[in-house]
């Protein structure tokens, strides 16, 4: 009697976890099916781009097909991006991939509400950012302060690297950023030779003034 009722209760949870998996995988694919129905990923994409142009005035361009990815949250995933001036022929910045973290509610908003950027292999020339800075237009830097994670950054001046190997993981404030290039391309004096950043940072070679600094490390913590 005993023997068949361990085989029974056995059996039993045999079947309920297999039917506790097959629940599971039908929810997954409902999951991803919804996403798919209810919010083409090229629409936040086109979103995104329509926003560096009213809020930035730069051109943004990318290697389609743009997708979504749900793990280890909910972001828009985009190929060899570029953000440019319309009239120039130098990126500002271009990457290998922008991954841009959204709410659920993006689904279906058409707002755009981003939570975190993830930045691949970033090239950011300075040239071109005070040309950025310097142009005429209604386009300003965004009131935007989010958390910002780069792997992998470049930093050039006429195509020539200053900064390689900058990793990044903290929290930015764009508004605080741009004072602070504008302070420091003035010379300002009470300038900070560091960005207002928030963070851990690490740069695997920096070039000063003929001279070569490497594997420098950098821990700021939220100004009081």
């Not at 309920?16 to 209810?38: D, E, F, M, Q, S």
């Not at 689904?107 to 950012?129: F, G, N, Y």
């Not at 780069?150 to 900064?163: H, N, Q, V």
């Not at 009470?190 to 920096?206: I, N, Q, T």
Request: charged share 20%.
């Amino acid at each position: 009697m005993n023997i068949h009722q361990s085989t029974f209760g056995h059996g039993r949870k045999r079947r309920l976890a297999r039917i506790a998996a097959v629940l599971l995988l039908l929810l997954i694919g409902g999951g991803l099916l919804a996403v798919r129905y209810y919010a083409q990923p090229e629409r936040v994409a086109a979103l995104l781009g329509a926003q560096a142009r009213a809020r930035l005035g730069l051109e943004l361009e990318f290697r389609p097909p743009a997708r979504y990815a749900l793990w280890p949250r909910l972001h828009l995933e985009l190929d060899e991006v570029q953000l440019r001036l319309p009239a120039d022929s130098t990126p500002l910045l271009a990457l290998e991939r922008l991954d841009v973290s959204l709410p659920w509610s993006s689904l279906r908003d058409s707002r755009l509400v981003i939570q975190q950027l993830d930045l691949t292999s970033p090239r950011l020339e300075l040239s071109a950012l005070q040309r950025w800075l310097d142009s005429p237009g209604e386009a300003a830097t965004p009131d935007l302060a989010i958390h910002l994670r780069i792997s992998d950054g470049t930093l050039l001046r006429e195509s020539k690297p200053l900064l390689q190997g900058f990793h990044f993981d903290g929290a930015i404030d764009a508004l605080a950023l741009q004072d602070w290039w504008q302070r420091a391309a003035a010379a300002a004096a009470d300038a900070s030779p560091l960005p207002p950043l928030s963070g851990k940072a690490r740069v695997e070679s920096l070039q000063l003034d003929g001279i070569t600094l490497k594997g420098l490390q950098l821990e700021t913590e939220p100004a009081q």
